[in-house]
């Protein structure tokens, strides 16, 4: 039987290499995968180039592992948000490298690399300093910018329920660029708030089918980002 | 002196012009408010970015779900009939044309309808897009609302943007605290003036020339 | 409140034009709107390009429409099959054109059309007689085929239950293309096996978000086109 | 005199290279005959091209749902732990290179690892390809399993095709009733022999040339 149950976070994430290129699902706190992303900063990970919609907020999760010094490289679409302090700080100090990329071309980009196309073109950003140096076209009349896929090495994902296959269902906007970027990465490790037994997800409602999931660790009360923040919480 | 429209009624001026049924993203800002101001015997469905279409208003501190929240990353609720997916369609809603109508708050916007709410091209500053490069180019009409002046006075309202654009070409009508606007061929043209604006103050107060409203007779 | 449906099969189509492009849902007899396109076959209009993965089985349903010689184009994957009779017979005799686009290409543009992008790169089809006039482009040392996007004026669809804001839900692999074109065609018309009340459909597990689709029909015992062609029924 | 593998035979080698946990797409014909003779402690996860991950056997009368079928639109089960999507999500997992396996009837293999399966080019014939030219390109692994020869004696393994192609170098191995043979870079080269079949038997009925097994001495 396919069992993709892996015991613990520290085990499913300790063959990330420096320099990899990591997904980290999530759209600011709501489907941040706080328990990866912190037993990566255990892991210690260096050069890393990560691929999220924001970069962190407060000093936990994903805003800690770029204060630890393991991310070299963000691409996003929105760096800046309320409660983000780590990345501007890294960013101003030339310690970090930065490639904006809007959020739906992001998006697109990234579920590209997930079904094999390589480029595709799109509207957005003609007309704009983020097409520069891009390729430009018309089609029908208009103008469109052509855009790449975008894969990686890994992606850690947060999840409301996995089975043992990898078949996966999030919990309302929690969903976001999770199952995007469980189809363009290599090796998909994801956290799930439960596991549930084979056949226990009804097949209509899979969001993410099994075939794009690697590694399953059940977390099953995982911390929430804005708790953290709220407490004033620090990683490590 | 007070004159003119404020924020709410901006709003509220905005929402007479989306037709029932529509299907609308509101940015951040003036744009929120719009939802306060319905007109009776419509419905608008609420679209945000991150993932939910039937979006509803924030909620009690009981039914809050920290999963549960808009593109500006506050906590809201889902309508009966709503409906969550992902990132990828989500934005094919929007890129796909689907959406028909946003409303943006702007730093700027121009007579021949470029606009200009993401950078203030500042070095040094960091870059923040969003989706607001696919909402102007993707949703059928964008209204931007705004205040007509900035804080210092100077007009929002201009010939050419002098930030870096967000897109180039896009807004349909401008909604402000003054008047409200149509973007034309031949640039902006006044539709409606607020109560106790003269179109000689909105003419004053606008980067560039404004025609008078198209004669309907 | 927004309401899409509508009382009947016959208004449900009735201003589909002569010379309109016509999206049917449907994988075989699987998820074919049977009692949409006899409505259609009533209606009479001409001259229809359609797409569908197939032409039709039996003298039912998309069969019974290409045998109504309404359908000047068909734009397919798969134009045989053993219950094929009709289209086999009028392409032989000229009176109907082909365009066969391989089965992923063809649900890939018309995913395009609906999110907005106009063309995108494959590598399906490279170095065959259907890539014969496409522009072809490397990426990364492979060489890949542009494909544009499809559009239509119309979408038949047949889905297990609707609401009345057109959110839908479909029964296994009925779903097949019909999400798809939901979100191409200007003009999306449904029928529902079931109108449930508004917020009967769980938020999680709606299949097509109701921005994609603009009338919805109950259909309480959609015949079944296999069920049709065991029983030798023909249309009209 | 009968030498060589039955169909079945055939599957079940082919079975054999298949590792634990791979996702399989099967053909119509010999293809769909490997689900029986999945090695002990093996399990195989089969998608078929309408959007489902997990097919399972061919249901009883009463089991049966009209909705539930397969690529070849034949009536199936889901096993335990199934998905159902729609087909660009079914088709990226082909084209996005997820699958492991994709098992496939020819007409013609080419020593290049070219296949021609889909259309014998006859001019006035219905053409249809299916999913058949995604799958070739998409799939990690394209296994071929066929009968050496056609009903009336001519290779199938040939040096090139001469009818259309479905995909051009993408073959990875071949699976006949006489042997299992390999897609190299110097053309095609010899795994296995069936029980009773000896390599010149192989050879004169290859339109090519076929290398000896390679030492792994």
Redesign the interface.
């Known amino acids: 039987m396919i069992n993709k149950v892996c015991p613990s976070v520290t085990q499913a994430v300790a063959d990330i290499p420096d320099g990899a290129t990591v997904m980290v699902g999530g759209?600011?706190?709501?489907?941040s995968p706080i328990e990866l992303i912190h037993a990566l900063i255990d892991q210690g990970a260096k050069n890393l180039t990560v691929i999220n919609n924001n970069t962190g907020n407060g000093e936990v999760g994903l805003a800690a592992l770029i204060g630890n010094a393991q991310v070299s490289k963000m691409i996003c679409?929105?760096?800046?948000?309320?409660q983000s302090r780590l990345?501007?700080e890294f960013?101003?100090q030339g310690k970090i490298e930065?490639d904006?990329v809007?959020?739906?071309?992001?998006?697109?980009r990234?579920?590209a690399a997930g079904a094999g196309i390589p480029a595709f073109y799109?509207?957005?950003?003609?007309?704009?300093?983020?097409a520069q140096g891009k390729e430009q076209r018309e089609f029908d009349g208009r103008t469109y910018v052509m855009e790449h896929w975008l894969k990686a090495d890994y992606a850690l994902i947060k999840c409301e329920a996995a089975d043992p296959l990898g078949n996966l269902i999030?919990?309302?906007?929690?969903?976001?660029?999770?199952?995007?970027m469980c189809m363009a990465a290599k090796t998909t490790i994801v956290q799930a708030g439960r596991l549930v037994e084979r056949g226990g997800i009804d097949p209509e409602h899979v969001?993410t089918p099994g075939i794009f999931v690697n590694r399953v660790v059940e977390v099953s009360e995982p911390v929430?980002e804005?708790?953290l923040i709220a407490e004033g919480r620090c990683y490590p | 002196m007070t004159t003119g429209w404020t924020r709410e009624q901006i709003a509220a001026r905005t929402a007479q012009d989306i037709p029932?049924?529509s299907?609308v993203n509101l940015g951040i800002g003036i744009p929120e408010l719009v939802a306060k101001f319905v007109p009776e015997g419509r419905?608008f469905?609420y679209?945000?970015?991150?993932?939910?279409?039937?979006m509803g208003l924030p909620p009690s501190e009981d039914e809050r779900?920290?999963?549960?929240?808009?593109a500006g990353?506050k906590y809201v609720t889902?309508v009966?009939?709503?409906?969550?997916?992902?990132?990828?369609?989500?934005?094919?809603?929007?890129?796909?044309?689907?959406?028909d109508v946003c409303v943006l708050g702007t730093m700027q916007v121009a007579a021949n309808g470029?606009i200009a709410n993401w950078s203030t091209g500042v070095p040094?500053a960091?870059?923040?897009?969003?989706?607001?490069?696919?909402l102007v180019?993707?949703v059928k009409q964008i209204f931007v609302v705004t205040q007509h002046t900035t804080k210092t006075g100077e007009p929002k309202l201009v010939e050419r943007c002098s930030y870096?654009?967000?897109?180039?070409?896009v807004v349909s009508r401008v909604y402000t605290n003054l008047a409200v606007i149509d973007i034309t061929p031949d640039g902006f043209q006044l539709v409606d003036l607020a109560p106790g604006v003269s179109f000689d103050e909105v003419k004053n107060k606008t980067g560039t020339s404004v025609l008078p409203p198209a004669d309907n007779g």
Chains 1, 3 share one sequence.
């Open positions: 759209f600011g706190a709501s489907g679409s929105f760096p800046r948000s309320s990345f501007p960013y101003k930065l904006l809007p959020q739906g071309t992001l998006a697109e990234i579920r799109t509207p957005t950003t003609v007309g704009t300093v983020l999030y919990n309302k906007t929690a969903r976001n660029f999770s199952p995007l969001v929430h804005d708790t | 029932n049924g299907y419905e469905i679209h945000t970015e991150n993932g939910l279409l039937g779900d920290l999963d549960l929240m808009n990353k889902a009966p009939g709503a409906a969550y997916f992902h990132h990828a369609d989500s934005f094919s809603m929007i890129r796909g044309g689907h959406l470029d040094g960091i870059p923040a897009v969003g989706g607001a490069m696919d180019q993707g870096p654009l967000t897109g180039a070409g």
